[in-house]
């Protein structure tokens, strides 16, 4: 699997309470980032991952020579979130009884496969702007230049993606969920959130939010504050999380 990276915040000493964890799968980047609009942590542990692919991914030709060593990266990905989660749970400040994942955007496509695998199954999970499969989501993103290539790399993510398709891997799990999408998301097509929804087991709670796909620029930070927000009153409704 490779060298796993993770950043943890959580209260220090520690005062012998084992506290939950919350491990949260963010945009492309390092757990800090990941981390940082979540704000106080209260008497929790947050848990941010480091992805092992690049935030700045190569285009033209060097997209094509790069393929296969991304390719074998990111099929690390749900083996590694899955062994940092069974670390985690089990370091002494840690209670193995309340562990949640939380995965935003390109979060919640690796949250069904690496749930699947975790040896410590998360009990409670956020899915947050997801979709399934991953063709439509490609060819529907609009920073891709030229548009004809959309269909091809969404042909070639499902071909040569398909392990790690939620789809293939939402109806095995168990726990309770919460679903959070975008009414107008331009980089989620509604078909592939609807399937996302539905292949997603209950207990669920669905929350549609007005606008676009979440992000972290200044003129998202009010959605986001929001999908904090409701994300940790539900995780605080639940049990799965203390109150800051």
Do not use: C
Request: glycine share 10%; no cysteine; hydrophobic share 50%.
């Amino acid at each position: 699997l490779g060298t796993i990276g993770i950043v943890i915040d959580r209260p220090i000493p520690f005062r012998g309470r084992k506290l939950p964890v919350l491990v949260v799968l963010g945009g492309l980047g390092t757990g800090e980032r990941n981390l940082a609009p979540i704000g106080e942590v209260g008497e929790n542990a947050l848990v941010g991952y480091d992805w092992p692919i690049p935030t700045a991914m190569p285009e033209g030709l060097a997209a094509l020579a790069a393929a296969p060593e991304l390719r074998r990266r990111a099929m690390t990905i749900p083996a590694q979130i899955a062994t940092a989660i069974a670390w985690v749970a089990a370091q002494d400040w840690a209670d193995p009884d309340r562990v949640s994942l939380l995965g935003f955007s390109l979060g919640a496509l690796a949250a069904p496969a690496a749930q699947r695998l975790a040896p410590v199954a998360p009990r409670w999970t956020v899915l947050a702007y997801g979709g399934t499969p991953f063709g439509p989501l490609i060819a529907a993103n609009p920073h891709l230049k030229p548009r004809w290539i959309g269909p091809v790399l969404g042909g070639a993510a499902d071909l040569f993606l398909r392990p790690l398709e939620p789809g293939a891997h939402l109806p095995h799990l168990e726990g309770r969920f919460l679903v959070l999408e975008g009414e107008t998301d331009a980089f989620v097509p509604a078909a592939a959130a609807a399937r996302f929804r539905d292949l997603t087991p209950a207990p669920k709670r669905v929350i549609a939010f007005p606008g676009d796909h979440l992000g972290v620029g200044p003129h998202q930070r009010a959605l986001l504050e929001r999908i904090v927000a409701e994300s940790r009153a539900w995780l605080i409704e639940e049990g799965a999380a203390n109150r800051p």
